[in-house]
């Protein structure tokens, strides 16, 4: 059975960081895309970020230039480094996994970007 935790969310004031960690319990190399969303209140879900098994990225482009997506498939953990935040970064922050088999999902982490 396929989970994937996410952590490193917190509260941080405009223009700090925050690296979220997506650790999951099986093998990542079979997951691509692995992708970041994000839903905000009374907001749809967002995607924000995508890599796939090639290291290929892409990113909403509310995020281009702050956020960097990256996977290290020795640990089976994805990463969403997020530098220079904004109160409208302020979500709940999922990952998500995609293969043959299924599209699987994390039970999220907060982010509050606030002063």
């Known amino acids: 059975q396929v989970q994937l935790v996410e952590s490193g969310g917190g509260l941080v004031q405009p223009g700090g960081s925050l690296r979220l960690s997506c650790a999951a319990s099986v093998n990542i190399f079979s997951f691509s895309p692995m992708r970041w969303y994000r839903q905000a209140p009374g907001k749809q879900r967002e995607l924000v970020a995508g890599?796939?098994?090639?290291?290929?990225?892409s990113y909403v482009d509310s995020v281009k230039g702050r956020f960097t997506i990256s996977r290290d498939n020795a640990k089976n953990t994805v990463y969403l480094q997020m530098n220079s935040l904004k109160p409208e970064d302020t979500a709940v922050y999922y990952c998500n996994a995609v293969s043959s088999s299924g599209s699987y999902w994390g039970q999220g982490t907060q982010v509050t970007v606030s002063s």
């Open positions: 890599i796939t098994r090639g290291d290929d990225t």
